[in-house]
């Protein structure tokens, strides 16, 4: 009977005592893995949609301009706008070498609201992975779709089958008949989900004539970036901020509550780890005649140092396998539960398999089930076999 077979056994004989030692651990493994991938998904899908934008600048109207370019990143619509004019004023700052001007808004169609975005034709010069099938809106009411929209909308709606097809949509409680001139090739982004207009139909229909929500800055030394911020904010109500610190904004807070959640994951593993000691010293005190009967059968101490630390880790280990399985079902299955609580998300889908966090939510439930195990392996290795057969 080798080792694997007698920690088989040991397992057996103590099955609700097993069971609630792993699963303490597997819980806190499943956390842990959830908690890795999660942020690791967010932050990629994140940092994805700033590049997307395509601009190293955003210009918006004083207030807060993270909140700002926060809701245009997910498509809302921002209260506060700006004069067209800014645009022009921000062109003839030095080092910038583009200002697009943007209207983000929204309409209903097939009882869903669908964001749309007004922009000028030039825009599309920042945005070189776009592929286009058929042309960019230019004239009055035509509009852009983007992958997911145009696919929905050849499906449900009965009105939209292929470029050149009408759809009636209503914007601020009005029936608004929109041109379907072109459809945008999946981007992976936000845009799959977008609806694309000219700056004038979009302050058309969302009231917002002579307005724009946005100014997209791109700039020709990024070393300047200071220097051109410096500029734009003199411009009369507008403050500007670079989507490297909207992402380093973003990451502060991610890594501020993953602090917060991974201090209690430890506590969590720590206390699963309490539960194999109790699991193995509970193990050792109604085992002692057996330790000493093969004690004075020829098993070294060695070997019954060996046997319970082994049962301690295979403990731990069959927990750090059962989270993971279970942590990588609730990460994949992460974007329902994130988008209910998180008003700022990507797209794309968080939840992703992260070798990172499969690492830690093996390592770490073993390592503290090493340290668990230790002081009861030690223990049984110790006992007297005398004193250990005659135990009662």
């Known amino acids: 009977m080798n080792i694997l077979t007698i920690i088989r056994d040991g397992l057996r004989r103590r099955k609700i005592r097993s069971i609630l030692a792993i699963a303490g651990i597997a819980i806190a493994a499943a956390a842990l893995y959830s908690l890795v991938a999660l942020k690791e998904g967010y932050e990629s899908g994140m940092r994805s949609e700033i590049e997307n934008m395509g601009a190293q600048i955003i210009a918006v109207a004083k207030g807060c301009p993270y909140e700002a370019v926060a809701v245009i990143m997910i498509g809302g619509q921002v209260p506060a706008t700006l004069p067209q004019s800014v645009t022009d004023d921000i062109r003839k700052i030095p080092n910038v070498i583009s200002a697009s001007p943007n209207v983000y808004g929204a309409y209903q169609y097939l009882n869903l609201s669908h964001p749309v975005i007004g922009m000028e034709k030039n825009e599309l010069d920042a945005k070189p992975w776009w592929k286009i099938q058929g042309r960019f809106p230019e004239g009055e009411n035509e509009v852009l779709l983007g992958s997911v929209e145009a696919a929905v909308f050849s499906e449900k709606s009965g009105e939209y089958r292929k470029i050149g097809d009408v759809i009636t949509v209503i914007v601020s409680g009005k029936k608004v008949a929109l041109t379907v001139v072109g459809i945008l090739g999946a981007t992976g982004s936000k845009d799959d989900y977008s609806t694309f207009t000219n700056l004038a139909t979009a302050q058309k229909i969302l009231n917002l004539k002579g307005r724009v929500v946005s100014v997209s800055v791109r700039v020709r030394d990024i070393g300047k970036i200071p220097d051109t911020i410096a500029g734009i904010e003199k411009i009369p109500d507008v403050q500007a901020v670079t989507v490297a610190q909207v992402m380093g904004t973003i990451q502060n807070l991610v890594k501020a509550a993953q602090t917060m959640l991974f201090t209690v994951m430890i506590i969590a593993l720590i206390i699963g780890g309490i539960g194999t000691m ?93 340290l668990s195990a230790l002081y009861p392996a030690v223990r049984a290795a110790r006992l007297n076999p005398i004193e250990a057969l005659h135990n009662e």
């Not at 060695?302 to 295979?314: H, V, Y």
């Not at 974007?335 to 990507?346: A, E, G, N, Q």
Request: zero cysteines.
């Open 278 to 370: 109790n699991t193995m010293m509970m193990s050792i005190f109604e085992r002692t005649r057996e330790i000493g009967l093969m004690k004075a059968t020829g098993a070294s101490t060695g070997q019954i140092f060996k046997l319970f630390f082994t049962e301690g880790l295979a403990i731990s280990f069959i927990g750090g396998v059962l989270g993971l399985a279970a942590g990588a079902a609730a990460s994949l299955g992460g974007d329902v539960i994130l988008r209910s609580i998180v008003s700022v998300m990507p797209t794309t889908s968080v939840g992703k398999i992260s070798p990172l966090a499969v690492g830690l939510a093996l390592m770490f439930p073993v390592g503290i089930g090493a």
